[in-house]
C-alpha cells in the first residue's frame, strides 16, 4: 500500500518550485515545520533525499528528487484530471489559463467568445501579466494553458504558434510626424526620439531588444524617457506626445484606426513575431483543455485579423 499523500507531493512540487521551505510554506498557507513534516515523510517513503539544504536556507534537488520531480507533477495533474471528471458539472467546467497583455486584449476574447458557444457550459478563469509571469503560472500549476509573445522556454514548455503580431514604431499624430510617414521614413530612423519602453518581462519587450541586437543596438544607447507596465498607458502618453513606442501592431490597431497615432514600419520587411499557445511539458491537458487546444488548431481564430 502506498504511504505517501497527495497533499506531500504538492509540498514536494511546490518547494523545488521556489527553492525555498519558507517560501513554500507562505503559499501553501502552512508552518515550515508543517512542509519540513511532509518532505521527511516523502523522503522517507521513498527512501532517499530529495533536497539539499544549504546554510543558506535555500535548497535544490538531488538526483533523486530530479528523477521524482516530473513523476509527481504528473500524478497532480491526473489527479486534478480525475477529479474533473468525477465531479457534477451543473456549474460548467473552468479553463484555467494565462496570457500576457497582447494575446489578453487581441486574442482570447474573441477565441474565449467562440468557444463558449461550442461548450455553453464552459467557464473561464483568465489570469493576466506578462510573458515571464505566464511561464510561472504555468510552471507552479495554478493554470493549464498560456498565451504568450515569447518562447521563453523550449525545453519545458511546448510553444504553437496561434497569431503572427508585429512590431511598429508608433508616434503622435502630429505635421511633424505625418511629413515623415509620407516621405517613407521607416521606424529605425526614429530610435533617436524619446521613447517609452515595456518592463523587462514582456514578449514585446524582449522582442525589441531582439531587434535592437540585430542591428548593432541596445537599450542603453537609446533615449528611454519612461518604462511602463501598462500598453494603454504607453499608448496614452505616446499620443500625448511624450515620446514614441515600439509595440505591438494589434495592441495599437483601434488608436491607429481612430487617427491619434501613427505607425511607421521598423524595417522595409516587417518586423514579426509570433503569439503562442504555451503548454507545460509535463502537464496532462484535461478533456476540456484538450478541446480548447484542437479549437485553436481547426483555426477558429483566423475570423481575428
Request: aromatic letters at 6%; charged letters at 25%; glycine letters at 8%.
Amino acid at each position: 500500500m502506498l504511504e505517501f499523500s497527495l497533499k506531500q507531493l504538492e509540498v514536494f512540487v511546490t518547494v523545488a518550485r521556489l527553492g525555498s521551505f519558507t517560501r513554500a510554506a507562505q503559499v501553501l498557507y502552512l508552518t515550515q515545520s508543517t512542509v519540513s513534516a511532509h518532505i521527511q515523510a516523502l523522503e522517507r517513503t521513498l527512501g532517499g533525499p530529495l533536497f539539499q539544504r544549504s546554510s543558506r536556507r535555500q535548497v535544490c534537488l538531488t538526483w533523486q528528487g530530479e528523477a521524482a520531480l516530473p513523476v509527481a507533477r504528473e500524478i497532480l495533474n491526473r489527479c486534478r484530471t480525475l477529479e474533473g471528471i468525477v465531479q457534477p458539472r451543473a456549474d460548467g467546467e473552468t479553463l484555467h489559463m494565462a496570457a500576457s497583455t497582447v494575446p489578453a486584449q487581441c486574442l482570447l476574447p474573441g477565441l474565449m467568445a467562440d468557444f463558449s458557444r461550442q461548450h455553453p457550459g464552459c467557464r473561464f478563469r483568465l489570469r493576466k501579466g506578462d510573458s515571464d509571469q505566464v511561464h510561472r503560472l504555468l510552471e507552479e500549476g495554478s493554470v493549464g494553458l498560456g498565451f504568450a509573445g515569447a518562447a521563453l522556454d523550449p525545453e519545458r514548455f511546448l510553444y504553437e504558434p496561434v497569431l503572427q503580431d508585429k512590431l511598429v514604431l508608433i508616434t503622435a499624430n502630429t505635421p511633424r510626424f505625418r511629413t515623415m510617414q509620407e516621405q517613407g521614413v521607416l521606424g529605425r530612423e526614429l530610435l533617436g526620439e524619446p521613447i517609452l519602453c515595456r518592463e523587462a518581462g514582456s514578449g514585446t519587450q524582449q522582442r525589441f531588444d531582439a531587434y535592437l541586437k540585430q542591428i548593432g543596438m541596445d537599450l542603453g544607447s537609446l533615449y528611454v524617457v519612461a518604462q511602463i507596465d501598462q500598453p494603454d498607458t504607453i499608448l496614452s502618453a505616446v499620443a500625448d506626445g511624450l515620446g514614441v513606442s515600439v509595440c505591438s501592431a494589434l495592441a495599437a490597431r483601434d488608436r491607429l484606426e481612430q487617427g491619434s497615432l501613427l505607425s511607421f514600419e521598423l524595417e522595409e520587411e516587417s518586423c514579426c513575431r509570433n503569439l503562442y499557445l504555451v503548454i507545460c511539458r509535463d502537464h496532462v491537458l484535461t478533456d476540456l483543455e484538450e478541446s480548447f487546444c484542437r479549437f485553436i488548431r481547426e483555426g477558429a481564430w483566423e475570423r481575428l485579423k
